[in-house]
């Protein structure tokens, strides 16, 4: 039996927007809980562009990708939410009760009157490398992540790719595959240089192959490779494969909550712009994910959305109560939640 | 104004006036240039907005620099004409600049 979370608020996200949902619904006494597929709080913010600048966050003429999340961490942080990462939400039920379970890819099982999707682009997944004809071989002998290391054993192992990622499996692997070829466009590479020389320091001793170049072709049958063509400066080369592991970094996708049963529009989740509220009452959707007429992606105006969403959520988890619209500059019970004196 | 063209996939051809100091990836968008997704709105944080600069501007164009040639390696048939358009800024060098829209992003 697995053991269930309880929750007023599940928030699929933990991007700016699902983090500022927190501050939010926080003023309200709502406990939050955030999952995220990534590793850390930040989304794309974290996993694309850390360093870039940010310049239309009122009140910040400039601030970085990574430092907007680290200030919106200290803020929420008096309302204590709890975060689950490395997670992707699956299936998500309605109960009797009106409040919804969802459930994990780790088969966690979540509870509560509310789940707030503030999804972003999607979640973040392995993205397919531009290897023509490779679906079939996909889950066979093609993987995007080592689940096993046994898995690869005794196999001609091709690993495709030039970050951290492809470097750290071409050097863990080795020991355990038949042989191990890395195939990277260029012989520059994107990873730690330590990881880097050590693989140069094995090729030395031939106990490893590096092809500069492009897979452009693969060989096999039955989902089963044999040989992959690798387009390189002098030409192609034919090289045996039996797994391949392509690491070319993520892309995103809604992924199971297309199944949720929520109206769609082109991959985006319609909402009103009063509560933004999808289809399905209680179920709320924020950010880069929603649409509306006029919707701009941009990060102040998911700030926005959650603020209105905050009170339609209050409204569901404590119906009948009246809801008293306060500044945090003045109110003493709203500057007691953030822990400050007025 | 400065003139560009793009080549779509299927030939194509996409002329228009750019304003200098605009990325070649706005210009696309702006006009609409099916096969440049721009995905991550111009951060160099994606490849799709992937173009083969044509031959005779490459030396103009120049080099990508390191961050964009991290990111061409997940961009699909690299060549080695290939630029992310959100990485070149129109100039009046540039007048006359041809690209071409690859089969695919990624």
Same mark, same amino acid.
């Given at each position: 039996m697995t053991e269930t979370t309880r929750t007023d608020v599940l928030i699929v996200g933990a991007g700016p927007v699902g983090l500022f949902a927190v501050f939010e619904l926080g003023l309200f006494d709502m406990k939050c809980h955030l999952i995220d597929i990534l590793d850390r709080p930040g989304g794309q913010c974290a996993e694309l562009y850390p360093e870039k600048p940010i310049y239309d966050i009122p009140g910040w003429p400039s601030i970085s990708a990574q430092g907007l999340v680290d200030k919106l961490l200290e803020q929420i942080a008096p309302f204590k939410p709890d975060f689950s990462y490395n997670r992707m939400v699956s299936s998500l039920e309605k109960l009797e009760d009106g409040s919804f379970r969802v459930t994990t890819d780790e088969n966690e099982v979540f509870e509560a009157k509310v789940v707030v999707i503030a999804a972003g682009g999607g979640s973040f997944q392995p993205k397919r490398p531009p290897?023509?004809?490779?679906e079939p071989y996909e889950g066979k002998s093609v993987f995007y992540s080592v689940r096993r290391m046994e898995d690869f054993r005794g196999h001609d192992l091709v690993i495709v790719g030039g970050g951290d990622s492809a470097l750290d499996w071409t050097l863990n692997l080795q020991p355990v595959a038949k042989s191990v070829t890395l195939v990277h466009r260029r012989p520059e590479f994107r990873a730690a240089p330590d990881s880097v020389n050590k693989m140069y320091a094995m090729q030395e001793m031939r106990q490893l192959e590096f092809q500069v170049g492009q897979v452009t072709g693969l060989t096999g049958a039955d989902g089963q490779l044999s040989s992959a063509t690798i387009k390189g400066p002098d030409g192609d080369v034919e090289v045996p494969c039996t797994r391949m592991l392509p690491f070319f970094g993520l892309t995103m996708k809604l992924g199971p909550i297309a199944e949720w049963g929520l109206n769609l529009h082109e991959n985006l989740i319609p909402v009103d712009t009063e509560k933004f509220q999808t289809s399905v009452p209680g179920i709320f959707a924020v950010g880069d994910i929603n649409w509306y007429p006029g919707k701009l992606k941009l990060i102040l105006s998911g700030f926005h959305e959650v603020a209105l969403m905050a009170q339609a959520a209050k409204r569901i988890i404590s119906p009948g109560e009246r809801i008293v619209f306060q500044y945090t500059t003045s109110s003493t019970s709203l500057q007691k939640k953030l822990g400050v004196s007025g | 104004m400065t003139k560009l063209t793009f080549i779509a996939h299927d030939g194509t051809h996409f002329d228009m006036d750019a304003e200098n100091g605009s990325t070649v990836m706005e210009n696309a968008i702006r006009n609409a $240039? @099916?096969?440049?997704?721009?995905e991550c709105g111009g951060a160099c944080a994606c490849a799709t907005c992937h173009v083969y600069v044509d031959e005779a501007w490459t030396a103009e164009v120049g080099e990508p620099e390191a961050m964009e040639e991290d990111m061409l390696d997940?961009?699909?048939? $690299?060549? @080695?004409? &290939?630029?992310? &358009?959100?990485q070149i800024k129109v100039r009046d060098a540039l007048d006359g600049l041809v690209v071409r829209v690859p089969a695919r992003q990624g």
């Open positions: 290897i023509p004809g490779i | $240039v @099916p096969g440049i997704e721009a997940f961009a699909y048939d $690299v060549q @080695p004409n &290939s630029r992310l &358009s959100c």
